[in-house]
């Protein structure tokens, strides 16, 4: 199976890009009327429904056994042996507002383990992957920065759809630090973990995540060198609803100076 794992991500690709062409074309045609509201600031709309339903129905082809975990549960999630881990807009407020990026993000996991990640951004024509061996952009290996410090340091994050004390105090210590880092929100997590790992950022946080958010692109950012962790510096990152992603270098820092551990 291991073998045939990396024959299986070349169909995952191809299925990406094809459902990231139909995201890029549909955000042209959205009309106001089609996106709801889950919560606040919190938006879904057909296309996110509709990129999903071909995901399952292309994956279901590609492995007929597998379980799904996804975003809109327009499949009931199943846990086996193979789960595919699904989102199938990732950074819908930047869709929904015509703006940039968003991605479609698609892991395998075996039993607990992550074995297949595939990020792809329509619109830059980026496709992050990984299976064994290096992570890859756009079919090049990819590693993580190589930056000591978080002086100067470009780093990702995100703000939660609702906000703990914890997460307002992992704000205020961001902004504290905002005259020697420079901080960015692109709104696509799993891309901006992606950016991690092919050394544009050298880290990203964010607390308030979901499994489908994270489990394609911190696969990609292990098999490109980086660290992915909880907010304890644990491995609870999947489901555990938080996650710092760095280059390793400047995790730990990360750690103290902005998560307060
Ligand atoms: C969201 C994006 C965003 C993050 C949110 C996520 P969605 O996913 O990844 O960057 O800040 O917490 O929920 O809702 O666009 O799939
Ligand atoms: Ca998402
Ligand atoms: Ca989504």
């Not at 429904?49 to 995901?55: I, P, Q, S, T, V």
């Not at 590609?62 to 595919?84: M, Q, S």
């Not at 930047?94 to 968003?102: A, I, L, M, Q």
Request: overall charge negative; aromatic content about 10%.
């Amino acid at each position: 199976m291991e073998n045939s794992i990396e024959f299986i991500a070349k169909d995952v690709c191809r299925l990406a890009v094809s459902v990231g062409a139909y995201l890029r074309e549909e955000q042209q045609k959205l009309k106001k009327s089609a996106i709801e509201m889950k919560g606040a600031r919190n938006y879904v709309t057909y296309v996110d429904k509709e990129a999903e339903k071909r995901l399952v129905e292309q994956l279901k082809e590609i492995l007929p056994d597998a379980g799904f975990l996804t975003e809109e549960a327009t499949v009931e999630y199943v846990r086996r042996e193979y789960t595919w881990m699904i989102d199938p807009l990732d950074g819908t407020t930047n869709y929904v507002h015509g703006d940039t990026p968003f991605s479609v993000s698609i892991a395998l996991m075996k039993n607990d383990e992550i074995v297949l990640g595939v990020v792809y951004d329509p619109v830059a024509d980026e496709l992050f992957s990984a299976v064994g061996g290096d992570a890859r952009l756009n079919g090049e290996a990819i590693r993580v920065s190589d930056k000591e410090a978080l002086k100067n340091g470009y780093i990702g994050f995100g703000i939660p759809y609702s906000l703990s004390a914890e997460g307002e105090t992992v704000l205020r210590n961001a902004i504290a630090l905002f005259r020697e880092c420079s901080f960015r929100m692109k709104g696509s997590s799993a891309l901006e973990i992606c950016y991690v790992a092919c050394g544009r950022f050298d880290a990203y946080f964010h607390s308030g995540l979901s499994p489908w958010d994270v489990a394609a692109g911190s696969f990609i950012l292990k098999r490109a060198g980086g660290k992915a962790t909880d907010f304890s510096g644990g491995d609870n990152y999947l489901f555990g609803k938080e996650i710092v992603a760095s280059n390793g270098k400047i995790h730990d820092d990360i750690l103290s100076k902005i998560i307060g551990k």
